[in-house]
Structure formats: structure tokens, C-alpha cells
């Protein structure tokens, strides 16, 4: 099982646990097959993610694409990581913070290139 | 002899001397607390101010509201946005006048308010990831969370400026140094500051606690809404108030917000969407 968020969601894929709301109430049950109509309906409530059976945790990506070549890279991540000097990274929050700022970084660069 | 220690009080009461807020604040929120007020009391009040009116307007057609520029009187943006949120974005407007001619040595303007107004936005977005009321509020802590460091800039330049070198060099989060050399820290000048305007203690308590958001009591999820914000601003890196590295995490802030991990990706594309028009409306040149 695997937190997913709702944009990556597609048919097929097994909830491993219910998908609530804030308030507590459930909205699809543990164990549905997600279709098309269910993905349209949790985008529409606003929820955020689903868990979804047999996937691995955690779901990182990979920081760039294969476009973007490691010396370009490299640089960048050490730039950063002196920025981020005062955060703990293990945190989940803070890696994911860290990976989508080397993301932006590393896109706005090659947009300027 | 060394320099006498800054004395938070005292630097903040010379501050309310010279600066202040324009009357209209005032005068909105007397409106606004008077049930007899009417409506169109509150609509006319800033309708007066021809500047103001500008500013909410084009706000309120930005991509942050996202009304597909369909709001051509203040009554209509009062009606839709409400007359307390016009209130709290007039005073973040207000407060940015308020500034205006501070000597940019120190820190450059246009960056401190590019990165008040990220943190702002940022906070608005949580706030309506979060489903809060009046998200507003939210941007307008954001946008004045660091006016003490304005405060500071002119009635302690020297000390603020050494400090600001010293962290740029030594990697030393600047709030933390500030409460080591002088006992308070930015966070606490501009919490006093509006307090002393009598700006409400929802706005000004997160303000005051944007480092330490444990310490906010009344408030705890205003706080740790701007505590996140102020961090995801600066890793954004845009804009500087004098801070060059990241803060770092207040966790509890992060687990009273409850937000799902996922869900920073989202926040930082619609940033994307609103900062620069935002900006533009807020800190540009155009007058009327």
C-alpha cells in the first residue's frame, strides 16, 4: 500500500484503506476498484490522496527527468542544501519541499538555456 | 565602550512615533464593528480613498480570487469578497505605504516585499487547503509578518546589518541570532508594532510567533499556518528579508496543520499562478 495523490490516480487501481473526508465521513470503502466516475469524484470533494494496494511507500520520484544531465544537476543540489542547511530533511515534509525547489530550480534553468 | 543592548520597547515606541497607519483603517474598522453601520457606509469609506479602491479592485479581478475579472465597483467586491476580507487587504495595502522611503542599504524593498507577499499567498492557500473562513486574514499575516525587520532597518541599522552579514556566513538561522544578541527577534517587533495599532490579535499574535508558532496560545493554527508559509517562502527563494537560509521546521506546527505531503506540490503550482500579478498589484508603480 501507497499513498498516491489524486492527480496520479487511475482506473483499476485498489483502495487499501477508505478515503474520508475531513469531517470523518467515508467516501469510497476499502477495497474499491477505482473508475474513471470515482477519481472525477474525489477530485471534486478535494481530497488530496488515496491509499492504494500494492503500491510501494515511499512513492519518490526521481528528482529530474532524464533530460536534465547530472552536471547540471549536481551543482544545483549542493546550492540548495546550503539554502536548507537549517532544515531537517529527513523529515518527510522537508524532502518533499527540498526535491519540488531543486525541481523548479533545475526547470527554470533550462527554460532560460 | 560596546553598543547599549536595542531595547524592544523602546525601539518600537519610537517606531509608532513615525510611522502610522492612514485614518481609513480606523475608520473602516469602526464601520465594520457598528451594527448600525450599514453597507454602503462601509463601501463608501473606501470608495473615498481613490488609491485603495484601485488596488482592491485589481486584486480582486487577480488570478488569486479568481473571478474572471468581472468585479467593477467596490460594492460588488465587498458583496463577493465581503467587507471584512476588503478590510484586511486594504491593510496590507495600507501597511506597504506605510513603509514607503525606507533607506534599502539593508535590505532592497522590492525583494522583502516579494517575499512578504510569497509568504502571504502561501498562507492564503494553505488556509483554503485547509478550509479555513476568511483566508484573508491569512495573506495579510503573511504580508506583515516581517515589517519589524523594516523597524529595525532604520533604528538599528549597524547591529542589524552585522548581524545579517555574520548569518549570511555562518549558515545561523538570523531570527536566532537577533534573540541571542538582543533578547527579542524581528518576529517580536512586529508583533508589538501591531499591537500598538491595535490591529486584532488574530493577525497580530501569529505575527509575533512566526518562528516559535508553539508559543502562539489564542491562535496556534494562524501561527503554525504562517511558521509553514514563511518557510516555503524562503525555500523558494524569492525574495529576501534579510534571512538567507531556510528556517528551520517547527514539527508540531507541521502535524497541528494535518496537510497531506502530497499536497506541497499543488500549493507551489498555484503560487506560481498568483505571485507575479499579485506583486505587480501590490508593490507597482501605477497611481492614481
Known amino acids: ?113 | 565602550m560596546r553598543r547599549a543592548k536595542p531595547d524592544l520597547e523602546h525601539i518600537v515606541n519610537n517606531a509608532t512615533t513615525v510611522y502610522s497607519l492612514p485614518l481609513i483603517h480606523d475608520r473602516l474598522t469602526q464601520a465594520i464593528n457598528n451594527p448600525k453601520a450599514s453597507f454602503a457606509d462601509i463601501t463608501t469609506i473606501i470608495s473615498e480613498d481613490q488609491g485603495l479602491s484601485f488596488r482592491i479592485l485589481k486584486l480582486a479581478n487577480s488570478p488569486m480570487f479568481g473571478y474572471h475579472k468581472n468585479i467593477d465597483t467596490i460594492t460588488k467586491a465587498a458583496t463577493i469578497i465581503g467587507t471584512q476580507q476588503l478590510r484586511d487587504l486594504s491593510l496590507a495595502i495600507s501597511v506597504m505605504g506605510v513603509f514607503k522611503g525606507i533607506p534599502e542599504e539593508l535590505i532592497n524593498m522590492t525583494s522583502f516585499w516579494q517575499h512578504s507577499i510569497t509568504c502571504g499567498i502561501v498562507a492564503r492557500i494553505l488556509a483554503t487547503c485547509r478550509r479555513e473562513a476568511n483566508v484573508e486574514r491569512f495573506f495579510v499575516s503573511g504580508v506583515l509578518h516581517d515589517i519589524g525587520q523594516l523597524v529595525l532597518c532604520t533604528a538599528i541599522p549597524e547591529q542589524l546589518a552585522e548581524l545579517i552579514m555574520q548569518c549570511r556566513d555562518s549558515g545561523q538561522p538570523h531570527y536566532q541570532a537577533q534573540g541571542e544578541a538582543w533578547g527579542f527577534d524581528h518576529s517580536s517587533v512586529s508583533g508589538e508594532m501591531l499591537s500598538k495599532w491595535k490591529i486584532p490579535q488574530i493577525i497580530a499574535e501569529p505575527v509575533a510567533n512566526h518562528h516559535s508558532p508553539s508559543k502562539a496560545v489564542t491562535y496556534p493554527v494562524e501561527a503554525a499556518t504562517l511558521h509553514l508559509s514563511d518557510l516555503i517562502a524562503h525555500a523558494l527563494q524569492a525574495g529576501c528579508s534579510g534571512e538567507t537560509h531556510v528556517p528551520p521546521l517547527a514539527e508540531q506546527a507541521w502535524d497541528l496543520l494535518d496537510i497531506p505531503v502530497s499536497m506541497l506540490s499543488t500549493i507551489l503550482k498555484q503560487i506560481d499562478a498568483q505571485l507575479d500579478e499579485t506583486m505587480a498589484i501590490l508593490f507597482g508603480k501605477e497611481h492614481l
Do not use: Y
Open chain 1, 1 to 113: 500500500m501507497g499513498l498516491i495523490s489524486t492527480e496520479k490516480l487511475a482506473e483499476g487501481l485498489v483502495l487499501a484503506s477508505d478515503v474520508l473526508d475531513r469531517s470523518g465521513r467515508m467516501l469510497l470503502a476499502s477495497g474499491v476498484e477505482l473508475t474513471t466516475r470515482h477519481i472525477r469524484m474525489l477530485m471534486a470533494w478535494g481530497i488530496a490522496e488515496a491509499d492504494i494496494a500494492g503500491v510501494d511507500v515511499p512513492q519518490q520520484q526521481p528528482v529530474a527527468s532524464s533530460k536534465v544531465d547530472d552536471a547540471l544537476l549536481q551543482p544545483m543540489e549542493e546550492e540548495l542544501k546550503l539554502i536548507f542547511s537549517n532544515v531537517d530533511l529527513e523529515h518527510p515534509a522537508m524532502a518533499e519541499l527540498f526535491r519540488l525547489c531543486l525541481l523548479r530550480k533545475v526547470s527554470g534553468e533550462t527554460r532560460q538555456a
